[in-house]
């Protein structure tokens, strides 16, 4: 059999691509759409700027920089993962990782490449990626990984706990040699009322080629979800919290931190005429020179993940106790109930119905208040 043309190719490529997302979601490896209710940052262009020529940055190297557990990252310079950047910047601690199935030796040969080669390769020049496709029967390939770690409360209410333990369990989806997701499963637990939901959230990387299989754009679109495993009063209230807080964490907070890091490894890994990275999109006005131009690090913000986990150690040792607060509540509860029955004995009923249906107000008060000040991690 000849080998195919580049027209069928990219046909292949396409169509595998189609048919393994609908494979994985049809199975529940990945997430299904149903599970991914909002998109924010949506269609943004991947791409760098040498002088006024454009080129996208292709989704290997992007995979090694933002999502490689064994790259250590430019903005930590060089002292961890963008993983582990992520935690320390969001001032989480007690960070355990857990690798499952990650195992960059059995990743499909576009993504194996180390870095320095792909940047030779497809940003440097302007190779096609069609020698680095003759595996298709390796997709789709899917990595698994788990951090658990301690998330503080940024602003916690009386009572209530000052941390949460947060499990994400991260998977790296190789779709084919044209498309990579990233989705991160996040659980929480450590205050009532939040053991009955898991967020659900997508990174999905595409690139589009030109005839001759060279690169011609890499899309980038982001996915998020609340879903629910029981019944709860409060799901209207924790599904609009999250939903709010995912849009400013996603387009406030994450994007600007991978552009950075994008601009730091390209001007780690290219030629000194590779200088910036431009990333724009018509809806998210993100090319602000203050993204693109060069980043000092300064080293004494960046600290070791150790000595962070036990700097919030020292400061929470004497907190812990304060996770179990709604605990607390509930004891104090029961004591309420006892002592009304010893009211009823001696006032009437109206003057006590009048003093629960105002305690009852001041409760559901105070836990709109605590889930308003709850700092959902994305």
């Known amino acids: 059999m000849s080998n195919p043309s580049n027209n069928e190719l990219?046909?292949?490529?396409?169509?595998?691509?189609?048919?393994?997302?609908?494979s994985l979601s049809e199975k529940e490896i990945i997430f299904k759409n149903e599970q991914l209710q909002k998109k924010y940052s949506v269609n943004v262009s991947m791409e760098y700027t040498n002088n006024s020529d454009k080129k996208p940055i292709p989704i290997n190297i992007i995979y090694h920089t933002l999502y490689d557990q064994e790259t250590n990252c430019q903005s930590s310079n060089g002292k961890q993962s963008f993983q582990r950047y992520l935690f320390s910047n969001n001032k989480?601690?007690?960070?355990?990782?857990?690798k499952k199935t990650l195992d960059n030796n059995s990743a499909p040969n576009f993504f194996k490449m180390k870095i320095e080669e792909s940047f030779k390769n497809y940003i440097e020049s302007k190779n096609s990626i069609k020698d680095k496709i003759d595996d298709l029967n390796n997709y789709p390939k899917v990595f698994e990984f788990q951090y658990n770690y301690q998330h503080p409360i940024p602003k916690p209410v009386f009572m209530g706990p000052k941390l949460l333990q947060n499990t994400d369990t991260h998977k790296i989806i190789f779709i084919s040699p044209i498309c990579l997701i990233f989705e991160?499963?996040?659980e929480s637990t450590g205050f009532s009322g939040i053991d009955c939901f898991y967020t659900s959230i997508r990174h999905k990387f595409d690139m589009e080629l030109n005839e001759d299989l060279t690169i011609k754009k890499t899309i980038y679109?982001?996915?998020f979800g609340v879903n629910f495993t029981k019944s709860s009063w409060l799901q209207s209230k924790i599904t609009s919290s999250a939903m709010e807080q995912a849009e400013e964490?996603?387009?406030?907070?994450?994007?600007?931190?991978?552009?950075?890091?994008?601009?730091?490894?390209?001007?780690?890994?290219?030629?000194?005429?590779?200088?910036?990275?431009?990333i724009k999109d018509?809806?998210?006005?993100?090319?602000?020179?203050?993204?693109?131009?060069?980043?000092?690090?300064?080293?004494s913000f960046i600290s070791d993940i150790e000595d962070n986990n036990e700097k919030y150690r020292s400061n929470n040792r004497n907190e812990a106790n304060s996770i179990n607060g709604i605990l607390f509540n509930n004891i104090y509860l029961i004591l309420f109930i006892i002592i009304i029955f010893i009211l009823l004995k001696f006032l009437g009923k109206e003057f006590i119905t009048i003093i629960l249906l105002s305690l009852i107000v001041y409760y559901l008060h105070s836990i709109n208040n605590k889930l308003d000040n709850l700092n959902i991690k994305h």
């Open 10 to 22: 990219l046909k292949m490529l396409n169509e595998k691509t189609k048919e393994n997302i609908k």
């Open 92 to 98: 989480d601690y007690d960070i355990k990782f857990e």
């Open 184 to 186: 991160t499963k996040g």
């Open 221 to 223: 679109n982001n996915y």
């Open 249 to 278: 964490g996603f387009n406030g907070k994450y994007l600007p931190l991978i552009i950075k890091e994008l601009n730091l490894t390209i001007k780690k890994h290219s030629t000194p005429a590779l200088k910036k990275i431009m």
């Open 282 to 299: 018509k809806n998210i006005n993100i090319g602000d020179t203050s993204l693109t131009e060069d980043v000092i690090i300064n080293d």
